[in-house]
T-cell receptor, first 112, second 105 residues
Framework: NAGVMQNPRHLVRRRGQEARLRCSPMKGHSHVYWYRQLPEEGLKFMVYLQKENIIDESGMPKERFSAEFPKEGPSILRIQQVVRGDSAAYFC??????????FGQGTRLTVV | KNEVEQSPQNLTAQEGEFITINCSYSVGISALHWLQQHPGGGIVSLFMLSSGKKKHGRLIATINIQEKHSSLHITASHPRDSAVYICAVANQFYFGTGTSLTVIP
């Protein structure tokens, strides 16, 4: 059983481009969480999803950010029209129920 | 005020020392998590606990729900324990800012 897989590990985007971050949860896990870690800062919750549903998106910026977890395939965190302030490490975690979550290795987004 | 407060922010210890990291929180929770983040950024979940005490190897985590406080202890610390330790509550919606631990040989 592979762990939580995030790709890409590193992503460079120019200002104004779109960034798509993928998270494949562990097998059997139906809960996915996305977090952002800005440079020199702590982890911040962004969004909590179950299959085909957004459960809590209170940590998501109101504009340019969206997330989905379709019935088939990975969860996607999408950032439109990226700006330099979006540069951060984005972590995904998954869990089978409302229990302990397992983290992916993260995607390090750099906006140039 | 942050929902989760950790102390100390930075900690340097000699190899073999007993280490304690503290976490206090202000929100109601069903469980608290301790996470470890190594240089290079990968995050590992160490414990999830809702009461009492859990032990895994040289790591021990305790929680007092009434006092809204948890501690992470490391016995016989080793340089490979050097990492950032993070406390998280409420389904990992709230995080402490982390405790950066350096264990010197």
């Amino acid at each position: 059983n592979a762990g939580v897989m995030q790709n890409p590990r590193h992503l460079v985007r120019r200002r104004g481009q779109e960034a798509r971050l993928r998270c494949s949860p562990m097998k059997g896990h139906s809960h996915v969480y996305w977090y952002r870690q800005l440079p020199e800062e702590g982890l911040k919750f962004m969004v909590y999803l179950q299959k085909e549903n957004i459960i809590d998106e209170s940590g998501m910026p109101k504009e340019r950010f969206s997330a989905e977890f379709p019935k088939e395939g990975p969860s996607i965190l999408r950032i439109q029209q990226v700006v330099r302030g979006d540069s951060a490490a984005y972590f995904c975690a998954s869990s089978p129920l409302d229990t302990e979550a397992f983290f992916g290795q993260g995607t390090r987004l750099t906006v140039v | 005020k942050n929902e989760v407060e950790q102390s100390p922010q930075n900690l340097t210890a000699q190899e073999g020392e007993f280490i304690t990291i503290n976490c206090s929180y202000s929100v109601g929770i069903s469980a608290l998590h301790w996470l470890q983040q190594h240089p290079g950024g990968g995050i590992v979940s160490l414990f999830m606990l809702s009461s009492g005490k859990k032990k895994h190897g040289r790591l021990i985590a305790t929680i007092n729900i009434q006092e809204k406080h948890s501690s992470l202890h490391i016995t016989a610390s080793h340089p490979r324990d050097s990492a950032v330790y993070i406390c998280a509550v409420a389904n990992q919606f709230y995080f402490g800012t982390g405790t950066s631990l350096t264990v010197i040989p």
